[in-house]
């Protein structure tokens, strides 16, 4: 009995999806899609999150301090013990890529890298391993290879006999064996490329000098994560943003639902039925549609971030060499934090409406929605919190330090934006209301689009947050193409980049070259802490090539000549805003022996993309200040016809000695093809932003159209056609959105602008210079109206072939 | 917190190590595992020094164990262990550099009454991380090392997280070869290691302990073993004893515990000249008496009754907390005795864990 007292009053409230199955559909899809766009984002950073822990690895086999040998490559694997014997607590290694074994798809040759494990693992925590790396596994048989599921294919095409163990928590790319195997398969018998310190520091540095070797700091602690973090925040926040736009259509449809379901709910609560009672049932009903719509938007986003993820992993290989795995894991915490989502997303939605039954009172007369006199109360609501939201962004304009409250200025100017948009309609229309129409047809369209902004009001918002947003990530996303094509121009000036094996290849490749090219700039470095900065010191020639193309950003007027004359050294912008030194202020760094220098600072350059800090000094001041670092790498100028002719000479020369030969065209096509990757997830998701607006519009129009009848009808009864009545609806929302674009635009700039000078800044220390893109806005113009027609068509269709009889219902019903 | 993990991580590695190579999975005494291809004992056993002071490659496991009972400038007794262990993974004899299946591992401890400290090194074989020569002598890890020009004169170094070590060694008597010519049988069904000890050295030098140190003075016993097969499979491990006569004599004594038979007993009586005679099992008596309040499986108080030699005594732990938490844990240490004879010496007490 008591069942029946419930179930029939809950299949009263239900009934209301049967007569408009339309409106079910869309709060599904709104939902689904709203969960599903949040929950892909989180797929991807968790997937990207893995990786790191994964990259993590090889950081823990490698450690903070290496013995290097002081030329070349290799060493001979003897001083390891000699060294050892000498107190030195050290494990070797032995790095090196596998001649012509390649991941599917990857330009770069999957690097083998040889350790002993019973001196490599002495001073590692166990728990930093992963269940199938611990070296259990590794050591069987002391014949294993382990890698990840790519990376040991490849080994197998390559026909190695090896006991190969797949790792999922390996990095692709990177393969892990005993020394004994790495120095066979990398044909380097008896040799070592480091020694890896995993004790302290003997007090005998002499060991190593007499035995042609160098110590060396790595520079471990950039942190991936820390890199990756603002490129993580930048799809959260997408993902945040497409799920309020999706909530937004909940929103609009479970509130239409509600004031259509008024009378049922008025009648439920006349025979007796408590608030509490109706509320529950409605909440039961809330619940069930957003598990539906949870399930649904879990088996979306996975499709959606399977489809996102290889541009991710490409971008994040290119970025920050985080290597990223394609392949998805969906666990069942996801999926149950999934359905939260889509539940706290419907509750939200839906909660103003369940207040209001909470409210409601039987004996109140059943009125018909006023909209429009709504409308101007919830303007001044709306105008107030958008003031307050105002003198947030002006806080955090003036105040705001750091990426989050970049991101929340961000944040804070898209919602006040958004709040102020039916205003700027409110007063748009108003204007041309001003302007008397002879038309008394054209008169009622305006005043009677006026009246519909309010109910409209929503999608609009969600229309102009997705415009924005495609504004100023395309704005950019386009910005920072053309300025790192330029960089790219600029930097990669040498027509040939040759890299050396040891001293005496570089040397006689040095012999070799002169005379047959124009220029053999040597390119050096070292890495070192500038005041806790993680830098690298280059040592390079102040030749011409240089001058002409380098992008200085501040300099001494004579910062060419004195950088010839030694008299000082460049920096890049990343060190100068870190350092908060700029044009002839001294900068100090330590040279190899720990002598303390100190040069004056010509110049600032930028360098985009760079995390680290970098200093250029004089070739001359490098060799005297870091004379054990090698000279291996140089960057070869000559007549553009000679390239094929130099290559070929220099290979047939050097053979067998591995010198590696990169072509300045090869290099700027890898980068930009990383490049174009790196910002396509950023690009799919705002666009993918429109769509869930236009799904919102959509919504809108469907919803609204049953009222649109009634409210249409006596314009039929006073003789307009039909067909232009339905006309006269597409024009109005193509014009609100319009004038919406309008509104967005300066907004996207605004977004630009807040992107290129505060997010980027703060998480990469790098301005970026602002291009304007007309033919993006023309395109993204055209796109929107195309979108507003197609969600707005199926209302205006029903409209023209509506029969008289309809329209007169809905005439005689109003009235 | 971190030394235990990787403690606990290296007893993992080198067991899978052992493991791995042998596919012997389920068989976790490696020491008496069948393994044909390596060499035994032969019954004609004949050491010829120095050579035999280096290592036998074609035996599977192999020591060279020091151990000292010293005392300081206030005559407080304190003991001190030098070890190096060598254990073939795979019969790889003829393996050269990092090809070769072989592990290397050190033990060192200096035990007073109040501190236990130890260390162990491990290293992988073939790449001369650890090793041993002839001549002039030098066995290895690292920066350990036992060294002379001959077994007469040595000196043994170490270095650990709270403890370091040097010691001149000068033996004052000769080599002892136990059981027949060297060859020490170790249980019924003919187990046997090659065995000699050098128990006559007299130590001088000095050790750290915490920081503090001191120098020091007393007798040194080194031992060097090698077999394939300490023990039959019905073996678990075994109590090894050095004792110091006050009166100069000396006996090392053993008996290697059978899982659920008669234990396996045997010794050597040194005279203070070096003539010696084998210990038969018949003569031997050696009773642990256990503590009721004794958590540990090791037994502090011993009693060991030798009749055709009128020894009736009683052994003492200098310090009962002197377990060797390595890769294999044992407990080793200095013993102090008292009864018939009265004496220092050294105890080893292994296979207590599965």
Same mark, same amino acid.
């Given at each position: 009995?008591?069942?029946?007292?419930?179930?029939?009053?809950?299949?009263?409230?239900?009934?209301?999806?049967?007569?408009?199955?339309?409106?079910?559909?869309?709060?599904?899809?709104?939902?689904?899609?709203?969960?599903?766009?949040?929950?892909?984002?989180?797929?991807?950073?968790?997937?990207?999150?893995?990786?790191?822990?994964?990259?993590?690895?090889?950081?823990?086999?490698?450690?903070? =301090?290496?013995?290097?040998?002081?030329?070349?490559?290799?060493?001979?694997?003897?001083? !390891?013990?000699?060294?050892?014997?000498?107190?030195?607590?050290?494990?070797?290694?032995?790095?090196?890529?596998?001649?012509?074994?390649?991941? @599917?798809?990857?330009?770069?040759?999957?690097?083998?890298?040889?350790?002993?494990?019973?001196?490599?693992?002495?001073?590692?925590?166990?728990?930093?391993?992963?269940?199938?790396?611990?070296?259990?596994?590794?050591?069987?048989?002391?014949?294993?290879?382990?890698?990840?599921?790519?990376?040991?294919?490849?080994?197998?095409?390559?026909?190695?006999?090896?006991?190969?163990?797949?790792?999922?928590?390996?990095?692709?790319?990177?393969?892990?064996?005993?020394?004994?195997?790495?120095?066979?398969?990398?044909?380097?018998?008896? =040799?070592?490329?480091?020694?890896?310190?995993?004790?302290?520091?003997?007090?005998?540095?002499?060991?190593?000098?007499?035995?042609?070797?160098?110590?060396?700091?790595?520079?471990?602690?950039?942190?991936?994560?820390?890199?990756?973090?603002? !490129?993580?925040?930048?799809?959260?926040?997408?993902?945040?943003?497409?799920?309020?736009?999706?909530?937004?259509?909940?929103?609009?449809?479970?509130?239409?639902? !509600?004031?259509?379901?008024?009378?049922? %709910?008025?009648?439920?609560?006349?025979?007796?039925?408590?608030?509490?009672?109706?509320?529950? %049932?409605?909440?039961?009903?809330?619940?069930?549609?957003?598990?539906?719509?949870?399930?649904?938007?879990?088996?979306?986003?996975?499709?959606?971030?399977?489809?996102?993820?290889?541009?991710?992993?490409?971008?994040?290989?290119?970025?920050?060499?985080?290597?990223?795995?394609?392949?998805?894991?969906?666990?069942?915490?996801?999926?149950?934090?999934? $359905?939260?989502?889509?539940?706290?997303?419907?509750?939200?939605?839906?909660?103003?409406?369940?207040?209001?039954?909470?409210?409601?009172?039987?004996?109140?007369?059943?009125?018909?929605?006023?909209?429009?006199?709504?409308?101007?109360?919830?303007?001044?609501?709306?105008?107030?919190?958008?003031?307050?939201?105002?003198?947030?962004?002006?806080?955090?304009?003036?105040?705001?330090?750091?990426?989050?409250?970049?991101? &929340?200025?961000?944040?804070?100017? %898209?919602?006040?934006?958004? &709040?102020?948009?039916?205003?700027?309609?409110?007063?748009?229309?108003?204007?041309?209301?001003?302007?008397?129409?002879?038309?008394?047809?054209?008169?009622?369209?305006?005043?009677?689009?006026?009246?519909?902004?309010?109910?409209?009001?929503?999608?609009?918002?969600?229309?102009?947050?997705?415009?924005?947003?495609?504004?100023?990530?395309?704005?950019?996303?386009?910005?920072?193409?053309?300025?790192?094509?330029?960089?790219?121009?600029?930097?990669?000036?040498?027509?040939?980049?040759?890299?050396?094996?040891?001293?005496?290849?570089?040397?006689?490749?040095?012999?070799?070259? /002169?005379?047959?090219?124009?220029?053999?700039?040597?390119?050096?470095?070292?890495?070192?802490?500038? #005041?806790?900065?993680?830098?690298?010191?280059?040592?390079?020639?102040?030749?011409?090539?240089?001058?002409?193309?380098?992008?200085?950003?501040?300099?001494?007027?004579?910062?060419?000549?004195?950088?010839?004359?030694?008299?000082?050294?460049?920096?890049?912008?990343?060190?100068?805003?870190?350092?908060?030194?700029?044009?002839?202020?001294?900068?100090?760094?330590?040279?190899?022996?720990?002598?303390?220098?100190? !040069?004056?600072?010509?110049?600032?350059?930028?360098?985009?993309?760079?995390?680290?800090?970098?200093?250029?000094?004089?070739?001359?001041?490098?060799?005297?200040?870091?004379?054990?670092?090698?000279?291996?790498?140089?960057?070869?100028?000559?007549?553009?016809?000679?390239?094929?002719?130099?290559?070929?000479?220099?290979?047939?020369?050097?053979?067998?000695?591995?010198?590696?030969?990169?072509?300045?065209?090869?290099?700027?096509?890898?980068?930009?093809?990383?490049?174009?990757?790196?910002?396509?997830?950023?690009?799919?998701?705002? $666009?993918? /932003?429109?769509?869930?607006?236009?799904?919102?519009?959509?919504?809108?129009?469907?919803?609204?159209?049953?009222?649109?009848?009634?409210?249409?009808?006596?314009?039929?009864?006073?003789?307009?056609?039909?067909?232009?009545?339905?006309?006269?609806?597409?024009?109005?929302?193509?014009?609100?959105?319009?004038?919406?674009?309008?509104?967005?635009?300066?907004?996207? %700039?605004?977004?630009?602008?807040? &992107?290129?000078?505060?997010?980027?800044?703060?998480?990469?220390?790098?301005?970026?210079?602002?291009?304007?893109?007309?033919? +993006?806005?023309?395109?993204?113009?055209?796109?929107?109206?195309?979108?507003?027609?197609?969600?707005?068509?199926?209302?205006?269709?029903?409209?023209?072939?509506?029969?008289?009889?309809?329209?007169?219902?809905?005439?005689?019903?109003?009235? | 917190?971190?030394?235990?993990?990787?403690?606990?991580?290296?007893?993992?590695?080198?067991?899978? #190590?052992?493991?791995?190579?042998?596919?012997?999975?389920?068989?976790?005494? =490696?020491?008496?595992?069948?393994?044909?291809?390596?060499? /035994?004992?032969?019954?004609?056993?004949?050491? +010829?020094?120095?050579?035999?002071?280096?290592?036998?490659? +074609?035996?599977?496991?192999?020591?060279? *164990?020091?151990?000292?009972?010293?005392?300081?400038?206030?005559?407080?007794?304190?003991?001190?262990?030098?070890?190096?262990?060598?254990?073939?993974?795979?019969?790889?004899?003829?393996?050269?550099?990092?090809?070769?299946?072989?592990?290397?591992?050190?033990?060192?401890?200096?035990?007073?009454?109040?501190?236990?400290?130890?260390?162990? =090194?491990?290293?992988?074989?073939?790449?001369?991380?650890?090793?041993?020569?002839?001549?002039?002598?030098?066995?290895?890890?690292?920066?350990?090392?036992?060294?002379?020009?001959?077994?007469? @004169?040595?000196?043994?170094?170490?270095?650990?997280?709270?403890?370091?070590?040097?010691?001149? $060694?000068?033996?004052?008597?000769?080599?002892?070869?136990?059981?027949?010519?060297?060859?020490?049988?170790?249980?019924?069904?003919?187990?046997?290691?090659?065995?000699?000890?050098?128990?006559?050295?007299?130590?001088?030098?000095?050790?750290?302990? @915490?920081?503090?140190?001191?120098?020091?003075?007393?007798?040194?016993?080194?031992?060097?073993?090698?077999?394939?097969?300490?023990?039959?499979?019905?073996?678990?491990?075994?109590?090894?004893?050095?004792?110091?006569?006050?009166?100069?004599?000396?006996?090392?004594?053993?008996?290697?515990?059978?899982?659920?038979?008669?234990?396996?007993?045997?010794?050597?009586?040194?005279?203070?000249?070096?003539?010696?005679?084998?210990?038969?099992?018949?003569?031997?008596? $050696?009773?642990?008496?256990?503590?009721?309040?004794?958590?540990?499986?090791?037994? @502090?108080?011993?009693?060991?009754?030798?009749?055709? &030699?009128?020894?009736?005594?009683?052994?003492?732990?200098?310090?009962?907390?002197?377990?060797?938490?390595?890769?294999?844990? *044992?407990?080793?240490?200095?013993?102090?005795?008292?009864?018939?004879?009265?004496?220092?010496?050294?105890?080893?007490?292994?296979?207590?864990?599965?």
């Amino acid at each position: 009995m008591c069942d029946k007292l419930i179930l029939l009053p809950f299949l009263a409230i239900l009934k209301h999806w049967k007569r408009r199955p339309l409106q079910l559909i869309l709060i599904l899809v709104g939902l689904t899609t709203a969960t599903a766009l949040w929950n892909s984002v989180h797929l991807i950073n968790n997937e990207a999150q893995k990786a790191y822990s994964d990259a993590q690895i090889l950081s823990e086999i490698s450690n903070e =301090k290496t013995i290097l040998a002081k030329n070349g490559l290799y060493f001979e694997d003897k001083y !390891f013990s000699e060294l050892r014997r000498l107190g030195w607590p050290i494990t070797p290694r032995i790095e090196g890529p596998i001649n012509n074994v390649k991941i @599917n798809g990857s330009e770069l040759d999957v690097v083998l890298i040889g350790i002993d494990p019973l001196s490599t693992f002495q001073n590692k925590s166990l728990d930093t391993f992963p269940q199938d790396l611990r070296p259990e596994k590794f050591l069987r048989g002391s014949r294993v290879i382990v890698g990840g599921p790519k990376t040991i294919k490849a080994l197998k095409v390559k026909e190695l006999v090896y006991n190969f163990v797949i790792s999922n928590h390996f990095p692709e790319g990177f393969a892990l064996t005993d020394i004994s195997i790495a120095q066979k398969i990398l044909n380097a018998g008896n =040799k070592l490329t480091s020694l890896d310190l995993v004790g302290g520091l003997p007090s005998e540095l002499s060991d190593l000098e007499a035995r042609g070797l160098r110590l060396k700091q790595n520079d471990n602690d950039v942190d991936l994560s820390s890199l990756t973090k603002s !490129f993580h925040l930048n799809l959260t926040a997408f993902g945040l943003l497409s799920y309020i736009v999706g909530l937004f259509i909940v929103y609009a449809t479970i509130n239409l639902a !509600f004031e259509q379901r008024k009378g049922i %709910l008025k009648s439920l609560r006349s025979l007796g039925f408590s608030a509490v009672t109706v509320t529950s %049932l409605m909440i039961v009903e809330v619940l069930i549609i957003s598990l539906i719509a949870g399930n649904l938007g879990v088996i979306l986003s996975y499709f959606l971030a399977a489809a996102l993820l290889p541009d991710v992993a490409i971008t994040l290989n290119g970025l920050f060499g985080a290597n990223l795995d394609n392949g998805l894991s969906v666990e069942p915490s996801f999926w149950f934090s999934s $359905l939260g989502i889509s539940v706290f997303g419907a509750s939200c939605s839906s909660a103003p409406s369940l207040i209001k039954i909470g409210t409601l009172s039987p004996i109140e007369s059943s009125k018909k929605i006023a909209l429009y006199k709504k409308t101007k109360s919830n303007l001044k609501y709306q105008f107030a919190t958008a003031i307050a939201l105002m003198i947030s962004i002006i806080y955090f304009f003036k105040f705001g330090d750091g990426l989050i409250s970049a991101f &929340l200025l961000l944040g804070s100017t %898209l919602i006040s934006a958004t &709040l102020l948009l039916p205003i700027f309609l409110w007063l748009s229309i108003s204007l041309i209301l001003k302007y008397k129409f002879k038309n008394p047809l054209v008169h009622w369209f305006f005043a009677d689009s006026k009246q519909q902004i309010n109910s409209l009001s929503v999608s609009l918002m969600a229309l102009l947050i997705a415009l924005a947003v495609n504004v100023g990530v395309g704005g950019m996303v386009e910005s920072f193409r053309k300025t790192f094509i330029g960089w790219l121009d600029q930097r990669l000036v040498s027509e040939l980049y040759i890299l050396a094996p040891d001293i005496e290849i570089a040397k006689k490749i040095e012999i070799n070259l /002169t005379n047959k090219v124009s220029a053999i700039l040597p390119i050096v470095k070292v890495s070192q802490k500038i #005041f806790d900065t993680s830098s690298e010191i280059f040592g390079f020639v102040p030749h011409s090539t240089y001058q002409e193309h380098w992008p200085l950003l501040e300099e001494n007027t004579k910062v060419w000549e004195m950088l010839r004359q030694e008299k000082g050294l460049i920096i890049n912008e990343q060190l100068s805003r870190r350092l908060k030194l700029s044009v002839s202020d001294m900068i100090e760094f330590q040279s190899s022996t720990g002598k303390k220098l100190s !040069f004056e600072i010509l110049g600032v350059y930028s360098d985009y993309g760079n995390p680290k800090g970098q200093l250029m000094l004089p070739y001359g001041l490098f060799k005297r200040y870091f004379p054990d670092v090698p000279k291996l790498r140089f960057a070869i100028r000559l007549p553009k016809e000679m390239i094929p002719q130099i290559r070929s000479d220099l290979k047939s020369a050097f053979s067998k000695k591995k010198i590696i030969i990169t072509d300045q065209t090869e290099i700027k096509s890898i980068s930009t093809k990383i490049f174009d990757k790196t910002f396509s997830i950023t690009r799919a998701l705002s $666009l993918l /932003t429109l769509g869930v607006a236009g799904v919102a519009l959509f919504t809108s129009t469907a919803a609204l159209s049953d009222n649109r009848n009634s409210q249409l009808a006596p314009l039929w009864a006073i003789g307009v056609q039909q067909n232009t009545l339905a006309a006269l609806e597409t024009i109005r929302a193509l014009a609100l959105s319009m004038l919406t674009f309008i509104f967005a635009l300066p907004i996207g %700039l605004c977004v630009v602008f807040l &992107l290129t000078n505060y997010v980027n800044l703060e998480a990469f220390d790098w301005k970026l210079p602002i291009y304007y893109f007309p033919y +993006q806005w023309l395109s993204l113009l055209l796109l929107t109206l195309i979108m507003t027609f197609l969600s707005t068509a199926l209302h205006s269709i029903k409209l023209s072939r509506a029969s008289p009889s309809e329209l007169l219902k809905a005439s005689l019903y109003d009235t | 917190m971190i030394l235990k993990t990787s403690v606990l991580f290296l007893k993992i590695i080198t067991l899978f #190590f052992i493991l791995s190579n042998y596919g012997i999975s389920e068989d976790s005494n =490696k020491l008496s595992s069948n393994h044909s291809r390596f060499s /035994t004992i032969s019954k004609n056993l004949s050491l +010829q020094f120095p050579k035999d002071h280096g290592s036998h490659n +074609q035996f599977k496991i192999e020591w060279w *164990y020091l151990t000292a009972i010293l005392e300081d400038e206030y005559d407080n007794p304190l003991g001190l262990q030098w070890t190096l262990f060598r254990v073939a993974l795979e019969p790889t004899f003829e393996k050269r550099n990092w090809d070769r299946s072989e592990i290397w591992m050190g033990n060192a401890a200096v035990t007073s009454k109040e501190l236990h400290s130890f260390q162990e =090194k491990i290293a992988r074989g073939g790449v001369s991380q650890a090793g041993v020569t002839t001549s002039p002598f030098e066995a290895w890890i690292d920066d350990w090392n036992l060294s002379g020009d001959s077994w007469n @004169n040595l000196t043994v170094s170490a270095t650990g997280d709270n403890f370091k070590y040097a010691l001149t $060694l000068d033996a004052k008597g000769p080599l002892i070869k136990h059981g027949e010519n060297g060859r020490s049988v170790k249980s019924a069904s003919g187990q046997a290691s090659a065995y000699y000890s050098q128990p006559f050295f007299q130590a001088r030098g000095w050790v750290e302990q @915490n920081g503090k140190r001191n120098k020091v003075t007393g007798t040194a016993w080194a031992d060097h073993e090698w077999s394939s097969q300490f023990m039959s499979d019905t073996q678990k491990g075994w109590d090894w004893f050095s004792l110091n006569f006050k009166t100069g004599e000396k006996i090392m004594l053993f008996r290697v515990r059978e899982k659920n038979k008669a234990h396996f007993y045997s010794g050597t009586y040194i005279n203070a000249d070096g003539s010696h005679r084998p210990i038969k099992a018949s003569e031997i008596t $050696l009773t642990p008496v256990e503590a009721k309040s004794n958590p540990s499986p090791y037994t @502090n108080t011993w009693i060991i009754k030798i009749d055709s &030699l009128d020894i009736h005594i009683r052994t003492e732990a200098l310090n009962p907390l002197s377990e060797m938490e390595t890769i294999y844990p *044992y407990w080793e240490g200095p013993i102090l005795f008292t009864g018939s004879h009265s004496g220092k010496g050294f105890l080893e007490m292994t296979g207590y864990y599965d």
